[in-house]
T-cell receptor, first 114, second 109 residues
Framework: DAGVIQSPRHEVTEMGQEVTLRCKPI?????LFWYRQTMMRGLELLIY????????DSGMPEDRFSAKMPNASFSTLKIQPSEPRDSAVYFC????????????FGPGTRLTVL | EDQVTQSPEALRLQEGESSSLNCSYT??????LFWYRQDPGKGPEFLFT???AGEEKEKERLKATLTKKESFLHITAPKPEDSATYLC??????????FGQGTRLTINP
């Protein structure tokens, strides 16, 4: 199995620009999670989807962040406009039977906003 | 609010020197305690899930144990390739994984 796939692996952008991060979950998994990791706050859940439907977005920091899952094999996390404080590593994870099942993480996207 | 505290923040051992990492937690209705390993520049890699106090799981040189307030990750005769950050996370009634800050483990040859 290819595992969770994320792109791009690295993104450098300027403040105010739109950023789109992409994720392909493990085939057959029905739950998808977006996390953000920083030195200060560690690994934090932003949003998760079950069967392509957003279930809990309480971790999304503000309206500049949005996430979509148009089908079972693709999700995006968008930041518009981006700010320097958004610089972090963003991980996507997926699980087979919902949030209580083991979550498998992708390699992450390192975002730098100048 | 679910909380996880890991200690120590960093641990340096000699190859073959056994030790334990601690994960203390408070959670409303534990659904599971998870251990992950994270190498630099990579995503967390799943190691174990523990569901109830008294449960133990082993994998190679690692053994995870669980009580009602904490979990330990015991490392027996570690090798340099065991060097990584070890993350502990709990899932409670809110059905969200809440992670600790991790323990950065270094094994010197």
């Amino acid at each position: 199995d290819a595992g969770v796939i994320q792109s791009p692996r690295h993104e450098v952008t300027e403040m105010g620009q739109e950023v789109t991060l992409r994720c392909k979950p493990i085939s057959g998994h029905n739950s998808l999670f977006w996390y953000r990791q920083t030195m200060m706050r560690g690994l934090e859940l932003l949003i998760y989807f079950n069967n392509n439907v957003p279930i809990d977005d309480s971790g999304m920091p503000e309206d500049r962040f949005s996430a979509k899952m148009p089908n079972a094999s693709f999700s995006t996390l968008k930041i518009q406009p981006s700010e320097p404080r958004d610089s972090a590593v963003y991980f996507c994870a997926s699980s087979d039977r919902g949030p209580r099942d083991t979550q498998y993480f992708g390699p992450g996207t390192r975002l730098t906003v100048l | 609010e679910d909380q996880v505290t890991q200690s120590p923040e960093a641990l340096r051992l000699q190859e073959g020197e056994s030790s334990s990492l601690n994960c203390s937690y408070t959670v409303s209705g534990l659904r599971g305690l998870f251990w992950y390993r994270q190498d630099p520049g990579k995503g967390p890699e799943f190691l174990f899930t523990l569901y109830s106090a008294g449960e133990e799981k082993e994998k190679e040189r690692l053994k995870a144990t669980l009580t009602k307030k904490e979990s330990f990750l015991h490392i027996t005769a570690p090798k340099p390739e065991d060097s990584a950050t070890y993350l502990c996370a709990v899932m409670g009634g809110a059905q969200k994984l809440v992670f600790g800050q991790g323990t950065r483990l270094t094994i010197n040859p």
